[in-house]
Protein backbone atom coordinates (compact mmCIF):
# COMPACT_ATOMS: atom_id res chain seq x y z
CA UNK A 1 0.00 0.00 0.00
CA UNK A 2 1.45 3.22 -1.15
CA UNK A 3 0.99 6.37 1.67
CA UNK A 4 3.09 8.98 0.37
CA UNK A 5 6.34 10.14 -0.87
CA UNK A 6 9.84 11.05 1.30
CA UNK A 7 12.71 12.55 0.23
CA UNK A 8 12.33 11.56 -3.60
CA UNK A 9 10.99 7.90 -1.96
CA UNK A 10 8.53 6.64 -2.05
CA UNK A 11 6.49 5.04 0.39
CA UNK A 12 4.79 1.76 0.82
CA UNK A 13 3.82 -0.82 3.59
CA UNK A 14 6.43 -3.43 3.97
CA UNK A 15 5.35 -6.01 7.14
CA UNK A 16 8.10 -8.16 6.21
CA UNK A 17 11.61 -6.36 5.96
CA UNK A 18 12.95 -7.23 9.47
CA UNK A 19 15.78 -10.02 10.33
CA UNK A 20 15.23 -12.23 13.02
CA UNK A 21 16.70 -9.67 15.55
CA UNK A 22 14.24 -6.98 14.41
CA UNK A 23 17.14 -4.87 12.38
CA UNK A 24 15.91 -3.45 8.85
CA UNK A 25 16.61 -6.27 5.96
CA UNK A 26 19.38 -6.12 4.13
CA UNK A 27 17.79 -6.37 1.10
CA UNK A 28 17.30 -4.62 -2.38
CA UNK A 29 15.65 -5.41 -5.62
CA UNK A 30 15.56 -3.13 -8.30
CA UNK A 31 15.61 0.22 -7.11
CA UNK A 32 13.85 -0.54 -4.10
CA UNK A 33 15.28 -0.84 -0.40
CA UNK A 34 13.76 -0.84 2.87
CA UNK A 35 13.96 1.25 5.57
CA UNK A 36 12.71 1.01 8.71
CA UNK A 37 9.59 -1.51 8.27
CA UNK A 38 8.62 0.05 4.24
CA UNK A 39 10.38 -0.52 1.04
CA UNK A 40 11.56 3.32 -0.14
CA UNK A 41 11.72 3.38 -3.71
CA UNK A 42 14.19 5.62 -5.28
CA UNK A 43 12.62 8.21 -7.58
CA UNK A 44 13.97 9.86 -10.97
CA UNK A 45 12.81 12.78 -9.89
CA UNK A 46 14.76 12.75 -6.18
CA UNK A 47 17.07 15.57 -7.34
CA UNK A 48 15.30 17.41 -9.75
CA UNK A 49 12.70 17.97 -6.47
CA UNK A 50 15.59 18.21 -4.25
CA UNK A 51 17.06 21.62 -6.04
CA UNK A 52 13.79 23.19 -7.15
CA UNK A 53 12.92 23.38 -3.19
CA UNK A 54 16.31 24.49 -2.67
CA UNK A 55 15.49 27.57 -5.14
CA UNK A 56 11.81 28.28 -3.21
CA UNK A 57 13.98 29.65 -0.32
CA UNK A 58 12.81 29.64 3.49
CA UNK A 59 8.78 28.37 4.24
CA UNK A 60 8.25 30.81 7.39
CA UNK A 61 5.86 29.54 10.09
CA UNK A 62 2.56 30.40 9.84
CA UNK A 63 1.71 31.71 13.34
CA UNK A 64 2.99 35.32 13.81
CA UNK A 65 3.13 34.95 17.48
CA UNK A 66 5.49 32.14 17.51
CA UNK A 67 8.37 34.62 16.01
CA UNK A 68 7.62 36.74 19.01
CA UNK A 69 7.37 33.73 21.25
CA UNK A 70 10.99 32.98 20.48
CA UNK A 71 12.44 36.43 20.13
CA UNK A 72 14.02 36.15 24.33
CA UNK A 73 15.26 32.39 23.35
CA UNK A 74 17.11 33.62 20.15
CA UNK A 75 19.17 35.87 22.08
CA UNK A 76 20.47 33.03 23.93
CA UNK A 77 21.78 31.68 20.76
CA UNK A 78 25.68 31.76 20.23
CA UNK A 79 28.66 31.96 17.87
CA UNK A 80 30.41 29.02 17.30
CA UNK A 81 33.03 27.26 19.33
CA UNK A 82 36.21 29.19 18.04
CA UNK A 83 39.68 27.00 18.26
CA UNK A 84 40.33 29.80 20.73
CA UNK A 85 37.85 29.55 22.84
CA UNK A 86 38.67 25.51 22.03
CA UNK A 87 42.39 25.35 23.73
CA UNK A 88 40.81 27.25 26.19
CA UNK A 89 38.76 24.44 27.95
CA UNK A 90 42.12 22.62 28.26
CA UNK A 91 45.11 22.50 30.92
CA UNK A 92 48.60 22.06 30.26
CA UNK A 93 48.22 18.29 29.90
CA UNK A 94 45.53 18.12 27.28
CA UNK A 95 42.67 17.36 29.72
CA UNK A 96 39.16 18.83 29.07
CA UNK A 97 38.65 21.03 32.12
CA UNK A 98 34.81 22.13 31.93
CA UNK A 99 32.79 19.68 29.95
CA UNK A 100 29.76 21.04 30.87
CA UNK A 101 30.77 24.56 29.37
CA UNK A 102 31.80 22.61 26.73
CA UNK A 103 28.78 21.19 25.38
CA UNK A 104 27.06 24.22 26.16
CA UNK A 105 29.25 26.16 23.70
CA UNK A 106 28.54 23.38 20.90
CA UNK A 107 24.63 23.77 21.94
CA UNK A 108 24.13 27.36 21.80
CA UNK A 109 26.12 27.61 18.27
CA UNK A 110 27.92 24.81 17.17
CA UNK A 111 31.36 24.26 16.21
CA UNK A 112 33.36 26.19 13.55
CA UNK A 113 34.09 23.96 10.51
CA UNK A 114 37.84 23.83 11.73
CA UNK A 115 37.38 22.77 14.50
CA UNK A 116 34.94 20.01 14.25
CA UNK A 117 37.70 17.23 13.51
CA UNK A 118 39.63 17.88 17.08
CA UNK A 119 36.04 18.87 19.01
CA UNK A 120 34.00 15.39 17.61
CA UNK A 121 35.76 12.94 18.67
CA UNK A 122 35.11 13.94 22.19
CA UNK A 123 30.99 14.26 21.30
CA UNK A 124 31.45 11.16 19.92
CA UNK A 125 32.64 9.38 23.27
CA UNK A 126 35.99 8.25 21.06
CA UNK A 127 38.07 10.44 23.72
CA UNK A 128 37.25 10.88 27.07
CA UNK A 129 36.95 14.23 28.77
CA UNK A 130 39.54 13.46 31.26
CA UNK A 131 42.14 12.10 28.86
CA UNK A 132 45.81 13.51 28.17
CA UNK A 133 47.78 14.55 25.09
CA UNK A 134 49.52 11.58 25.51
CA UNK A 135 46.48 9.01 26.31
CA UNK A 136 44.70 10.68 22.92
CA UNK A 137 48.03 9.84 21.01
CA UNK A 138 47.90 6.12 22.24
CA UNK A 139 44.24 5.34 22.09
CA UNK A 140 43.87 6.77 18.19
CA UNK A 141 47.01 4.78 17.21
CA UNK A 142 45.70 1.65 18.77
CA UNK A 143 42.24 2.10 17.36
CA UNK A 144 43.64 2.96 14.23
CA UNK A 145 45.50 -0.45 13.79
CA UNK A 146 42.99 -2.52 15.24
CA UNK A 147 40.44 -0.89 12.83
CA UNK A 148 43.02 -1.52 9.65
CA UNK A 149 43.18 -5.44 11.47
CA UNK A 150 39.61 -5.98 11.56
CA UNK A 151 39.04 -4.58 7.74
CA UNK A 152 41.67 -6.88 6.42
CA UNK A 153 40.09 -9.96 8.56
CA UNK A 154 36.84 -9.59 6.53
CA UNK A 155 37.93 -9.26 2.97
CA UNK A 156 40.28 -12.22 4.03
CA UNK A 157 37.43 -14.26 5.03
CA UNK A 158 35.44 -12.74 2.44
CA UNK A 159 37.70 -13.54 -0.30
CA UNK A 160 37.64 -9.76 -1.43
CA UNK A 161 40.44 -8.68 -3.57
CA UNK A 162 43.50 -7.19 -2.26
CA UNK A 163 42.87 -3.66 -0.59
CA UNK A 164 45.31 -1.41 -2.30
CA UNK A 165 45.73 1.00 1.11
CA UNK A 166 48.43 0.30 3.84
CA UNK A 167 47.41 -2.08 6.69
CA UNK A 168 49.29 0.14 9.17
CA UNK A 169 47.29 3.54 9.73
CA UNK A 170 50.90 5.06 9.16
CA UNK A 171 53.44 4.56 6.22
CA UNK A 172 56.36 5.88 7.93
CA UNK A 173 55.59 2.94 10.28
CA UNK A 174 55.69 0.45 7.66
CA UNK A 175 58.98 -1.17 9.04
CA UNK A 176 58.38 -0.07 12.67
CA UNK A 177 58.70 -3.83 14.62
CA UNK A 178 56.74 -2.21 17.25
CA UNK A 179 53.45 -1.44 15.04
CA UNK A 180 54.01 -4.72 13.34
CA UNK A 181 53.36 -6.57 16.46
CA UNK A 182 50.82 -4.16 17.47
CA UNK A 183 48.92 -4.99 14.65
CA UNK A 184 49.18 -8.46 14.77
CA UNK A 185 48.00 -8.61 18.54
CA UNK A 186 44.81 -6.96 16.85
CA UNK A 187 44.28 -9.06 14.06
CA UNK A 188 44.58 -12.05 16.91
CA UNK A 189 41.68 -10.01 18.56
CA UNK A 190 39.53 -9.60 15.28
CA UNK A 191 40.30 -13.43 14.93
CA UNK A 192 38.19 -13.83 17.60
CA UNK A 193 34.51 -12.65 16.17
CA UNK A 194 32.63 -15.01 13.57
CA UNK A 195 31.80 -14.37 10.68
CA UNK A 196 28.06 -15.06 9.17
CA UNK A 197 29.47 -14.89 5.37
CA UNK A 198 25.93 -14.88 3.99
CA UNK A 199 24.88 -11.91 6.62
CA UNK A 200 27.89 -9.90 5.60
CA UNK A 201 27.68 -10.61 1.93
CA UNK A 202 24.25 -9.44 2.15
CA UNK A 203 24.96 -6.11 3.83
CA UNK A 204 27.22 -5.50 1.50
CA UNK A 205 25.56 -6.06 -1.50
CA UNK A 206 22.86 -3.38 0.22
CA UNK A 207 25.82 -1.08 0.92
CA UNK A 208 27.36 -1.35 -2.90
CA UNK A 209 24.21 -0.11 -3.77
CA UNK A 210 23.80 3.26 -1.57
CA UNK A 211 27.38 4.57 -1.03
CA UNK A 212 27.29 5.46 -4.62
CA UNK A 213 24.28 8.17 -4.31
CA UNK A 214 25.30 8.92 -1.09
CA UNK A 215 25.90 12.95 -0.99
CA UNK A 216 27.29 13.54 -4.54
CA UNK A 217 25.81 16.89 -4.72
CA UNK A 218 28.74 17.82 -2.13
CA UNK A 219 32.15 18.45 -2.65
CA UNK A 220 33.56 15.83 -0.45
CA UNK A 221 32.11 12.48 -1.95
CA UNK A 222 32.86 14.57 -5.67
CA UNK A 223 33.88 12.34 -8.51
CA UNK A 224 37.52 13.09 -8.33
CA UNK A 225 37.78 12.27 -4.66
CA UNK A 226 36.62 8.13 -5.55
CA UNK A 227 38.79 6.83 -2.43
CA UNK A 228 36.72 8.47 0.40
CA UNK A 229 33.42 6.68 -1.13
CA UNK A 230 35.28 3.84 -0.40
CA UNK A 231 36.21 4.73 3.07
CA UNK A 232 32.48 4.81 3.41
CA UNK A 233 32.01 1.64 1.98
CA UNK A 234 34.42 -0.16 3.76
CA UNK A 235 33.59 1.38 7.29
CA UNK A 236 29.84 0.44 6.47
CA UNK A 237 30.75 -3.08 5.85
CA UNK A 238 33.21 -3.50 8.53
CA UNK A 239 30.38 -2.12 10.92
CA UNK A 240 28.03 -4.55 9.48
CA UNK A 241 30.28 -7.39 10.22
CA UNK A 242 31.57 -6.88 13.71
CA UNK A 243 27.81 -5.66 14.89
CA UNK A 244 26.14 -8.98 13.61
CA UNK A 245 22.84 -7.95 15.92
CA UNK A 246 22.49 -4.67 14.08
CA UNK A 247 23.88 -5.41 10.52
CA UNK A 248 23.42 -2.47 8.14
CA UNK A 249 20.76 -0.43 7.71
CA UNK A 250 19.31 1.94 5.11
CA UNK A 251 20.07 5.32 7.14
CA UNK A 252 23.38 4.42 8.65
CA UNK A 253 25.01 5.62 5.12
CA UNK A 254 23.67 9.06 5.87
CA UNK A 255 24.88 9.66 9.20
CA UNK A 256 28.46 8.22 8.51
CA UNK A 257 28.41 10.56 5.48
CA UNK A 258 28.75 13.86 8.18
CA UNK A 259 31.17 11.97 10.02
CA UNK A 260 33.06 11.14 7.24
CA UNK A 261 33.67 14.27 6.16
CA UNK A 262 34.03 16.01 9.84
CA UNK A 263 36.52 13.48 10.79
CA UNK A 264 38.29 13.11 6.64
CA UNK A 265 39.77 9.75 8.03
CA UNK A 266 39.07 6.32 7.96
CA UNK A 267 39.83 4.67 10.80
CA UNK A 268 38.98 7.61 12.95
CA UNK A 269 35.37 8.11 11.30
CA UNK A 270 34.65 4.10 12.08
CA UNK A 271 35.09 4.86 15.71
CA UNK A 272 33.21 7.80 15.85
CA UNK A 273 30.32 6.26 13.62
CA UNK A 274 30.27 3.18 16.17
CA UNK A 275 30.36 5.36 19.13
CA UNK A 276 27.48 6.96 18.21
CA UNK A 277 25.60 3.95 16.79
CA UNK A 278 25.77 2.37 20.41
CA UNK A 279 23.81 5.66 21.90
CA UNK A 280 21.04 5.26 18.65
CA UNK A 281 21.26 1.32 17.36
CA UNK A 282 18.29 0.74 18.53
CA UNK A 283 16.73 3.45 16.21
CA UNK A 284 18.02 1.42 13.12
CA UNK A 285 15.83 -1.85 14.40
CA UNK A 286 11.87 -2.37 14.54
CA UNK A 287 11.23 -1.99 17.86
CA UNK A 288 13.10 0.40 18.37
CA UNK A 289 11.92 3.09 16.08
CA UNK A 290 8.64 1.99 16.70
CA UNK A 291 9.06 3.09 20.45
CA UNK A 292 10.60 6.32 19.81
CA UNK A 293 7.52 7.16 17.25
CA UNK A 294 5.22 6.10 20.34
CA UNK A 295 7.89 8.45 22.57
CA UNK A 296 6.59 11.08 20.32
CA UNK A 297 2.81 10.38 19.92
CA UNK A 298 2.96 10.32 23.56
CA UNK A 299 4.83 13.65 23.67
CA UNK A 300 2.37 15.16 21.16
CA UNK A 301 -0.21 14.50 23.10
CA UNK A 302 1.04 16.49 25.83
CA UNK A 303 2.08 19.44 24.15
CA UNK A 304 -0.39 19.15 21.82
CA UNK A 305 -3.38 16.93 21.84
CA UNK A 306 -5.29 18.55 19.44
CA UNK A 307 -3.53 18.55 16.37
CA UNK A 308 -2.30 14.48 17.88
CA UNK A 309 -6.28 14.23 17.37
CA UNK A 310 -6.01 15.34 13.97
CA UNK A 311 -3.63 13.13 12.86
CA UNK A 312 -5.57 10.23 14.39
CA UNK A 313 -8.61 11.27 12.47
CA UNK A 314 -7.03 11.21 9.52
CA UNK A 315 -5.05 7.84 10.23
CA UNK A 316 -1.65 9.41 10.90
CA UNK A 317 -1.14 8.89 14.68
CA UNK A 318 1.31 6.49 14.11
CA UNK A 319 3.64 9.92 13.39
CA UNK A 320 5.39 7.52 10.74
CA UNK A 321 5.82 10.98 8.50
CA UNK A 322 8.43 11.84 11.55
CA UNK A 323 10.29 8.15 10.36
CA UNK A 324 13.23 10.35 8.37
CA UNK A 325 13.29 13.04 10.50
CA UNK A 326 14.61 10.52 13.18
CA UNK A 327 16.07 7.96 11.59
CA UNK A 328 18.58 10.13 9.77
CA UNK A 329 18.88 13.33 12.23
CA UNK A 330 17.06 16.39 10.13
CA UNK A 331 19.94 15.75 7.90
CA UNK A 332 17.96 15.81 4.77
CA UNK A 333 15.58 18.87 6.14
CA UNK A 334 18.49 21.38 5.92
CA UNK A 335 21.67 22.17 4.04
CA UNK A 336 24.98 20.00 4.45
CA UNK A 337 26.00 22.52 7.09
CA UNK A 338 23.59 23.47 8.74
CA UNK A 339 22.63 19.58 8.84
CA UNK A 340 26.37 19.24 10.10
CA UNK A 341 25.66 21.79 12.95
CA UNK A 342 22.41 20.22 14.25
CA UNK A 343 24.11 16.98 14.65
CA UNK A 344 26.64 18.31 16.99
CA UNK A 345 24.23 20.07 18.78
CA UNK A 346 22.39 17.07 19.53
CA UNK A 347 25.45 15.04 19.99
CA UNK A 348 26.33 17.50 22.90
CA UNK A 349 23.57 16.22 24.95
CA UNK A 350 23.46 19.80 26.99
CA UNK A 351 19.57 20.10 26.81
CA UNK A 352 17.93 16.90 28.39
CA UNK A 353 15.32 16.12 30.60
CA UNK A 354 18.46 14.84 33.12
CA UNK A 355 20.20 17.60 32.85
CA UNK A 356 20.51 20.44 35.35
CA UNK A 357 18.91 22.98 33.08
CA UNK A 358 15.92 21.00 33.09
CA UNK A 359 16.13 20.92 36.63
CA UNK A 360 16.43 24.34 37.39
CA UNK A 361 13.19 24.60 34.83
CA UNK A 362 11.25 22.58 36.99
CA UNK A 363 12.38 24.10 40.45
CA UNK A 364 11.26 27.47 39.17
CA UNK A 365 7.95 26.66 38.09
CA UNK A 366 7.53 24.40 41.50
CA UNK A 367 8.64 27.75 43.01
CA UNK A 368 6.37 29.39 41.67
CA UNK A 369 3.27 27.09 41.81
CA UNK A 370 4.45 27.16 45.74
CA UNK A 371 3.93 30.74 45.73
CA UNK A 372 0.12 30.83 44.70
CA UNK A 373 -0.66 28.08 46.45
CA UNK A 374 0.56 29.70 49.55
CA UNK A 375 -1.83 32.63 48.24
CA UNK A 376 -4.69 30.88 47.20
CA UNK A 377 -5.20 28.20 50.25
CA UNK A 378 -8.22 29.94 51.08
CA UNK A 379 -9.58 29.50 47.51
CA UNK A 380 -9.42 26.41 47.61
CA UNK A 381 -6.32 26.47 44.53
CA UNK A 382 -4.41 23.06 44.00
CA UNK A 383 -1.56 22.92 41.79
CA UNK A 384 -2.65 20.99 38.76
CA UNK A 385 -1.10 17.68 38.34
CA UNK A 386 0.46 17.07 34.71
CA UNK A 387 2.97 14.25 35.59
CA UNK A 388 6.55 13.66 36.08
CA UNK A 389 9.07 14.37 33.70
CA UNK A 390 9.90 11.40 31.26
CA UNK A 391 13.34 11.23 30.54
CA UNK A 392 12.53 9.04 27.02
CA UNK A 393 12.27 12.30 25.82
CA UNK A 394 15.07 13.15 24.43
CA UNK A 395 16.04 16.41 22.52
CA UNK A 396 15.66 15.54 18.57
CA UNK A 397 12.15 14.44 20.30
CA UNK A 398 11.24 17.89 21.27
CA UNK A 399 12.94 19.28 17.36
CA UNK A 400 10.13 17.43 15.90
CA UNK A 401 7.22 18.97 18.49
CA UNK A 402 8.74 22.21 17.52
CA UNK A 403 8.27 21.61 14.01
CA UNK A 404 4.84 20.22 14.09
CA UNK A 405 3.73 23.04 16.49
CA UNK A 406 5.32 25.97 14.18
CA UNK A 407 3.07 25.05 11.22
CA UNK A 408 0.62 23.22 12.69
CA UNK A 409 -2.02 25.63 10.88
CA UNK A 410 -1.19 24.17 7.63
CA UNK A 411 -0.93 20.82 9.30
CA UNK A 412 -4.17 20.89 11.05
CA UNK A 413 -5.91 21.69 7.06
CA UNK A 414 -4.10 18.58 5.99
CA UNK A 415 -6.96 15.21 4.58
CA UNK A 416 -5.39 12.52 4.07
CA UNK A 417 -1.41 10.59 5.17
CA UNK A 418 -0.77 11.74 1.58
CA UNK A 419 -1.21 15.44 2.50
CA UNK A 420 0.76 15.44 5.67
CA UNK A 421 3.90 13.84 3.22
CA UNK A 422 3.48 16.33 0.64
CA UNK A 423 3.48 19.25 3.25
CA UNK A 424 6.31 17.42 5.41
CA UNK A 425 8.86 17.16 2.35
CA UNK A 426 8.21 21.10 0.94
CA UNK A 427 9.47 21.77 4.11
CA UNK A 428 12.95 20.33 2.86
CA UNK A 429 15.43 22.99 2.70
CA UNK A 430 13.14 25.69 3.89
CA UNK A 431 13.30 25.87 7.47
CA UNK A 432 15.45 27.97 9.39
CA UNK A 433 17.20 26.23 11.29
CA UNK A 434 18.25 28.73 14.27
CA UNK A 435 14.34 29.50 14.26
CA UNK A 436 13.92 25.59 14.63
CA UNK A 437 16.15 25.51 17.64
CA UNK A 438 14.59 28.20 19.16
CA UNK A 439 10.93 27.14 19.26
CA UNK A 440 12.81 23.74 20.06
CA UNK A 441 14.39 24.75 23.20
CA UNK A 442 10.85 26.84 23.75
CA UNK A 443 9.18 23.57 23.87
CA UNK A 444 11.48 22.02 26.02
CA UNK A 445 11.19 24.53 28.79
CA UNK A 446 7.32 24.68 28.07
CA UNK A 447 7.49 20.66 28.99
CA UNK A 448 9.56 21.43 31.62
CA UNK A 449 7.11 23.50 33.56
CA UNK A 450 4.38 21.79 32.63
CA UNK A 451 5.42 18.49 33.78
CA UNK A 452 5.85 19.72 37.12
CA UNK A 453 3.45 17.63 39.42
CA UNK A 454 1.04 18.67 42.74
CA UNK A 455 3.34 16.03 44.87
CA UNK A 456 6.67 18.21 43.59
CA UNK A 457 4.77 21.70 44.90
CA UNK A 458 3.99 19.66 47.84
CA UNK A 459 7.60 18.16 48.71
CA UNK A 460 9.21 21.89 48.03
CA UNK A 461 7.15 22.74 50.66
CA UNK A 462 8.01 20.11 53.07
CA UNK A 463 11.67 21.10 52.33
CA UNK A 464 11.06 24.16 52.71
CA UNK A 465 9.44 23.96 56.20
CA UNK A 466 12.15 21.63 57.56
CA UNK A 467 15.02 23.83 56.44
CA UNK A 468 12.94 26.97 57.95
CA UNK A 469 12.86 24.47 61.57
CA UNK A 470 16.33 23.53 61.22
CA UNK A 471 17.23 27.79 61.23
CA UNK A 472 17.98 29.48 64.51
CA UNK A 473 15.49 30.09 67.26
Not at 40 to 60: C, F, P, Q, R, W
Not at 259 to 266: C, S, T
Not at 359 to 369: D, L, Q, S
Amino acid sequence: MEIGESDGFIVTAHEDTYNEQGSILNDSKGDETTLDGFVMVHSDEDEANAADTAEKGIVEPNDAEEEAATAQVKESRGPPLTEEAWKAFFDKDGRLLNESGFKKTVFRGGIEPDVRKVAWPFLMGYFDFQSTYREREIIQTEHRIAYAAMKERWREELGMEEDDSEHLPDPEHEHDDQYEFMFIQAKVTAMRTAIDENAARASIKTIEKDVPRTDRKGNYFSDDQPHRLKWLNDILVTYAVYQPQVGYAQGMNDVLSMILAVMDHEADAYWCFRNYLETIQADFMAKGMMEKLESLRELLAFMDPDILEHFQKIDAGDMVFCHRWLLLTFKREFSFEDAVRLFEILCSHHLELSSIEAEKARNEEIRVERERDLGAQSAGWQAVERGTPNNKYTFELFVCIAILRMYRKDLLKTGDVADIFTFINGLVMKMDLDTVLCMTEKAFFDYCRLSVTKADTESYLLLSKSVADMGPK
